[in-house]
C-alpha cells in the first residue's frame, strides 16, 4: 500500500522544503503520521491511498514547467499539504447524507461544503497540535492555514460550475498572470481539483480499480440509506445504477470539462496523454454498458480493455 506518509516526506525533501521553511524533522514526522491516521482506512475510497494518489498527481502538475517557473516555495508547500489533508477524516458518506440524517458537522458548517470545511479544520488541528509551524511568525503561520482552507475549499465538487467558468473566461481572455499571487493560487486551487478527480485520466488498469472504489463507497451509502427508510441518494443505488454509469456521467459532465481547460492552460505530453486515457477509459466503459444491461454476470467477465481500443485517438 502506498504511504501517505513516506510519499509525503519525500516530496517535502525532494523540494527542499524541509530546509526552507526550517521545518523540525520530529515535527513533521509526527503531523503526518496523524493525518495518515485521521484517514478512515475502512472507506472503500476517500481513505490515505487516495489522498496519496492527489499527492502524487499534485507532484505531477507543480511539476508541469508553466507552474514550476512561477510558483514560490510556499506555493509548493500548501499545494503538497492541501492534498495531503484535502479529504481528512472523510466519514465515506456525502454532505446531502450528513444534512438529511443531522449530523452535527451538517449544524456546524450550516450545510455549506460542510465536508470540506471539516478536512480544512481538522488539518489546522493538526498544524497546531504538532506545531509544525510554531517557530514562524502568528501571521504567517495564520496566513498559511487560511490559504490552505481556499485550497481545499475549492475541491467541493458542487462548485465546480463557479471554478470552471472563472479558469474558462481567463484562459479566454488570456489575462492569467502567474507573477500575481492571487492568480497563482487560483491556478493551485484549480490544478488541486485536477489531482483530486483524475482517477479516469490514469490508465485503464488503474483507473477501472478506482472507479470500483468510489462506486463501492456510493452503494454503501446506498445501503445505509435504504436501511433506515431515507430516501436513496443520486448514483448511490445499486439496483438502478451500473459503476459504468456512474462513471460515464462522471466522465462527461466532471472530469472532460475540467481536463479540457487544463489542457489549454497548460498544453503539455502530460495533460495530452491524460486526455487521451479518459477518452479510451470512457470508451471501454461505454463498451461494458450493453453487457450490464442484459445481467451484470456477462458484465463482470467481458471487462474490455483499453489495449483493444484504438490507440492515440483524443477525440471523445
Ligand atoms: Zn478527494
Not at 39 to 68: F, G, I, R
Not at 148 to 176: C, M, P, V
Not at 295 to 307: I, N, V
Request: glycine fraction near 4%.
Amino acid at each position: 500500500m502506498i504511504c501517505l506518509i513516506s510519499l509525503t516526506l519525500y516530496l517535502l525533501t525532494h523540494y527542499g522544503l524541509i530546509e526552507l521553511f526550517q521545518l523540525d524533522m520530529v515535527k513533521v514526522r509526527r503531523f503526518l503520521v496523524l493525518v495518515q491516521e485521521d484517514y478512515h482506512n475502512h472507506n472503500p475510497y476517500h481513505n490515505s491511498v487516495h489522498a496519496a494518489d492527489v499527492t502524487q498527481a499534485m507532484h505531477c502538475y507543480l511539476k508541469e514547467p508553466k507552474l514550476a517557473k512561477s510558483l514560490t516555495s510556499c506555493d509548493v508547500l500548501l499545494g503538497l499539504l492541501a492534498a495531503a489533508t484535502h479529504d481528512l477524516d472523510h466519514p465515506g458518506v456525502n454532505q446531502p447524507f450528513l444534512v438529511k440524517t443531522n449530523h452535527y458537522l451538517a449544524a456546524l458548517y450550516r450545510n455549506t461544503s460542510v465536508l470540506e470545511n471539516h478536512h480544512w479544520r481538522s488539518a489546522v488541528g493538526l498544524l497546531r497540535e504538532t506545531e509544525l509551524f510554531s517557530h514562524l511568525p502568528t501571521e504567517d503561520s495564520l496566513n498559511m492555514e487560511r490559504q490552505l482552507g481556499s485550497l481545499i475549499l475549492a475541491t467541493d465538487i458542487s462548485r465546480q460550475n463557479e471554478y470552471l467558468s472563472k479558469f474558462r473566461t481567463h484562459l479566454d481572455q488570456e489575462d492569467l498572470c502567474l507573477g500575481n499571487t492571487s492568480h497563482r493560487h487560483f491556478v493551485l486551487q484549480m490544478a488541486l481539483k485536477c489531482a483530486d478527480i483524475c482517477n479516469p485520466c490514469r490508465p485503464w488498469e488503474l483507473s477501472k480499480q478506482w472507479s470500483e472504489k468510489v462506486t463501492e463507497e456510493f452503494f454503501h451509502q446506498g445501503d445505509i440509506e435504504k436501511k433506515h427508510k431515507l430516501e436513496v441518494s443520486p448514483l448511490c443505488d445499486s439496483e438502478t445504477n451500473s459503476i459504468a454509469d456512474v462513471q460515464i456521467g462522471f466522465m462527461t459532465y466532471v472530469v472532460e470539462p475540467l481536463f479540457a481547460e487544463w489542457a489549454r492552460f497548460s498544453d503539455t505530453r502530460l495533460s495530452q496523454t491524460m486526455l487521451g486515457h479518459l477518452c479510451l477509459n470512457k470508451a471501454s466503459w461505454n463498451a461494458m454498458q450493453p453487457e450490464e444491461a442484459e445481467g451484470e454476470q456477462a458484465a463482470a467477465t467481458e471487462e474490455p480493455s483499453s489495449r483493444a481500443l484504438p490507440q492515440g485517438s483524443q477525440e471523445c
